[in-house]
């Protein structure tokens, strides 16, 4: 699969960069605009292609008889918002007149994402390159060609083929260019994204080691090609191709692993995010007052109510996520006044978490699963099998998971010092109250001082689940740990059972639903260790945390595109052996290539704290 994007504008394409079946196309808005190109070159193989950045394909085809070319073909295809452009140039290398003829193949079927990934059926009548949804809503799709082709017949009910025939002479070269338009109803009114070169400059890093300095680059790039613009400002999708959309959880870490160096991002995410706030109660989307969403899709089905995805706000984790990145952001900024313009939405989020969060007002944020639509587990290990007990049995009932705590905690925090800067001394005070309280209450109930390590949750009946997971690198994170078993649960991650030599897995091996290739059960997920090396850098862990930092690194440079990839497999790791791929992780990702800047964060924390050791030096010479 080949992935491409331009602001909300993305492809999904074959290796030989066509769509030609499955849930290949050209998408916007949630909605697939053409479910078919293919170009038919008779005699032409595929020589060269690459994707020098997330929104151009480059490739040569070249037409060969015997040892030699007759005519070579470059083809240059460019994402733009709203549609792309391409561009073939033709040549004939030969001493000899050829001739030439070439043919392309497009139909679309404006299907809903959720459809084309075969989640759901829905039969629609199109009218070649048009449709009208159910709701009323027209999509569309214009192609334009120069030269005009010498053939054209209609390709089914909703597609056309053309046909176009040159007879070169030595030497001569044709060019034909051709320009898709996705017309939507949801078109923005937006200022274009800062070009590549402009978004490089906000990133002024330099790293000592060559390939440590590729990786960087590399996630420079793909942070900036997962950026769409809203009215709100820039907004980072989650991953390509399948969350091309606003979430919640992910956009938030994303936006604060960026940090400082991006701070527009977090603008963005905040003041989007604070205008979507839950605003009542609606079981369908599980939305309620002062939640924040999970994600939101402009698609068909979720127009019409068929998914609830219009506007869902099934994560237990963004709301807090929120509050913490607005305290980064001001930290990093000194920008008081958007502290203040937000505060009814924090002073929400807040109310949000000691109330509707905490039915039972036992002090932890939980989530009651949902069985008949959105997600079954709603916090960032999302798999409907994620949560267990030691003998393998699924957690039953309204779950607080271990993570969430942590964060609640931050947010706390957060809200102690906004008030403390507003002036608010008393509310400032009863804020900073809670987030002890809580961090007391948290070790005194989820602390498994046999496993040396946090439960990974509370289920219904306040059972801790006492597994090995990855979860309590989290718990480091965000402080709520207290400094005496710090040094216990740092020996308990680097584990044999949990630390795969690329990083911190999921779950530990010993554990009834230990898998290696799990989607959370046994995985190893950058962004989840990158959240960890925070925390071992918080608590002064630096050997731990230059020795985790330097696998990511590592993991990066293994991959062909010089990526973290989303996750990897959990096996044990073996010198001069690549990871194991997971067979279907988004690439790229938007919080693990925001996890390389974080990194960069971290390593230069540690510079300045231990500044004889040369920490950052010592990482850039030996991730090399």
């Known amino acids: 699969m080949l ?23 050209f998408y916007r808005h949630d909605t697939r605009y053409l479910c078919r190109y293919v170009w038919n070159l008779p005699g032409f193989r595929l020589l060269v292609s690459q994707a020098p950045r997330p929104d151009r394909l480059v490739q040569h085809w070249s037409l060969i008889v015997g040892p030699d070319q007759r005519v070579g073909l470059r083809r240059e295809l460019q994402l733009r918002r709203g549609g792309f452009a391409e561009r073939l140039e033709l040549e004939n290398t030969w001493l000899e007149a050829q001739a030439v003829e070439i043919g392309l193949e497009a139909a679309a079927d404006f299907a809903d994402l959720f459809e084309a990934k075969g989640w759901h059926k829905v039969s629609r009548k199109i009218q070649g390159f048009e449709y009208t949804a159910e709701d009323g809503l027209r999509v569309a799709t214009h192609l334009s060609q120069h030269p005009h082709p010498a053939q054209a017949q209609a390709l089914g009910e909703n597609g056309k083929k053309w046909a176009w025939q040159w007879t070169l002479a030595p030497k001569e070269k044709v060019v034909l260019t051709l320009e898709a338009r996705f017309e939507s109803p949801f078109e923005p009114q937006t200022p ?27 996630a420079v790039a793909d942070l900036r090609a997962l950026l769409f613009s809203l009215p709100e400002g820039l907004f980072p999708a989650a991953g390509i191709p399948w969350y091309v959309c606003p979430f919640g959880r992910d956009s938030l870490l994303t936006a604060y692993m960026m940090q400082p160096w991006a701070p527009e991002v977090a603008r963005g995410v905040l003041s989007y995010l604070a205008r979507h706030q839950g605003t009542q109660v609606n079981a369908f989307l599980d939305e309620t007052p002062g939640k924040i969403i999970h994600e939101m899709r402009l698609g068909e089905l979720s127009r019409t109510g068929k998914v609830p995805f219009l506007r869902y706000y099934g994560t237990v984790d963004a709301t807090p996520l929120f509050v913490i990145l607005l305290q980064q952001y001001w930290k990093d900024t000194g920008d008081l006044a958007l502290v203040r313009r937000l505060q009814p939405n924090w002073e929400a989020a807040l109310a949000w978490m000691t109330d509707y969060a905490d039915p039972d007002q036992d002090g932890f944020l939980e989530y009651a699963p949902n069985t008949d639509r959105g997600h079954v587990v709603q916090s960032w290990k999302d798999s409907f099998d994620s949560q267990s007990h030691r003998d393998g049995s699924l957690a039953q009932g309204a779950i607080a998971v271990c993570e969430v705590q942590g964060y609640a905690y931050m947010a706390y925090q957060a809200a102690a010092a906004f008030y403390r800067a507003l002036g608010q001394a008393a509310l400032a005070e009863a804020w900073e109250a809670r987030a002890q309280a809580l961090k007391a209450r948290f070790h005194e109930r989820f ?38 078993v710090a040094p216990q649960l740092v020996e308990t991650l680097f584990s044999e059972a949990l630390y795969s030599g690329w990083g911190v897995r999921t779950l530990g091996t010993g554990e009834v639903r230990y898998n290696p290739l799990s989607y959370h059960n046994g995985s190893v997920w950058p962004h989840d260790n990158a959240l960890l090396i925070g925390g071992l850098v918080r608590y002064g862990f630096y050997a731990e945390a230059l020795r985790a930092a330097e696998n990511l690194f590592r993991l990066a440079m293994s991959q062909p595109d010089w990526r973290l990839p989303e996750l990897v497999g959990g096996y044990q790791k073996h010198e ?43 990482c850039q010479a030996r991730v090399e």
Not at 192 to 218: H, N
Request: aromatic share 8%; charged share 25%; hydrophobic share 35%.
């Open 576 to 618: 001069g052996e690549p990871p194991v791929p997971y067979p279907a992780a988004c690439r790229p990702q938007a919080w693990d290539a925001a996890a390389v800047i974080y990194l960069v964060r971290l390593l230069q924390e540690m510079d300045r704290k231990r500044p004889v050791q040369g920490l950052l030096k010592l």
């Open 3 to 25: 992935p491409l994007k331009e602001d909300d504008t993305y492809a999904v394409l074959s290796e030989q960069g066509m769509a030609d079946g499955d849930e290949r196309g």
């Open 447 to 484: 602390w498994l001082p046999q496993l040396r390590t946090y439960a990974a949750g509370l289920d219904g009946a306040k059972k801790p689940m006492a597994i090995l997971t990855s979860n309590p690198g989290h718990l480091l994170w965000s402080g709520i740990v207290p400094e005496e």
């Open 192 to 218: 274009p994204l800062p070009s590549y070169e402009d978004w490089q400059k906000r990133f002024p890093l330099r790293l000592e080691s060559g390939r440590s300095q590729r990786v960087l680059e590399q």
